[in-house]
Each structure stands twice: as C-alpha cells, then as structure tokens.
Nanobody, 127 residues
Framework: QVGLVESGGDSVQSGGSLRLSCAAT????????MGWFRQAPGKEREGVAL???????SYANFVKGRFALSLDNEKNTLSLQMNNLETEDTAIYSC?????????????????????WGQGTQVTVSS
C-alpha cells in the first residue's frame, strides 16, 4: 500500500504559476512510475506528466514546455512546477503511482496504468 497526499492547489490568474507537491508514504519504492493527472468538470481524467525511477520524464502535448517535474527522493515527494497557466488548466490535479511496473520502468501516461491515487488538489485559473 502507498499513500499519496497532494498539496499546492490554489486560484491564480492566467499567466501565473503554481507548484504542486505529492508526498508518498511510506515511500515510492525502488521501481515505480509516478505521475500527475487532471480532471476538468465534465471531462475525462487525462495525463499531465510522469517520471519513472530512472528519472525519465514524459509530458502531455498540451504542457508545451510550461510544466516541469522534480522528484525529491529523500522526501519521496514529486513536484509539478506549472508556469504560464491558462484558463484551460483549471482542473483537479491528482498524483498517482504504480510500483514495480513491467517491463521494468516502462510507464504509460494513462490513468488505467496506475494503482494508487491521491485525493487531488484544485487548481483554478481565471482570466
């Protein structure tokens, strides 16, 4: 079992920045895929970005270089720095983790590929 707790959601104006954090307890483990997903009202959940235990990252096309992942291995915390936010980024952002992915470190940015989820944090971007 893995517990995930997100923080950092807030309301900002278009063009602003936010930093989301996700703490995994007791730990991420040695082999994992860890990612951020979001769900806007009336829409399906979609992948934002992920990282594997080798540090390889993958981002959704809509990120367009605005978002960046960082992982603090000692604190088992994954952060998502979001810059130049747009109103379309308004959603509940959730982090998720899949331990011991097979093949090793093979990660897919799809909600179906992740077993453990946090409760989510609200991000609201206004014009």
């Amino acid at each position: 079992q893995v517990g995930l707790v997100e923080s950092g959601g807030d309301s900002v104006q278009s063009g602003g920045s936010l930093r989301l954090s996700c703490a995994a307890t007791p730990s991420t483990g040695a082999s994992y895929c860890m990612g951020w997903f979001r769900q806007a009202p009336g829409k399906e959940r979609e992948g934002v970005a992920l990282i594997n235990s080798d540090g390889v990252t993958s981002y959704a096309n809509f990120v367009k270089g605005r978002f960046a992942l960082s992982l603090d291995n000692e604190k088992n915390t994954l952060s998502l720095q979001m810059n130049n936010l747009e109103t379309e980024d308004t959603a509940i952002y959730s982090c998720a983790i899949e331990r011991n992915p097979r093949p090793y470190d093979y990660c897919v940015l799809s909600p179906d590929e992740f077993s453990y989820w946090g409760q989510g944090t609200q991000v609201t971007v206004s014009s």
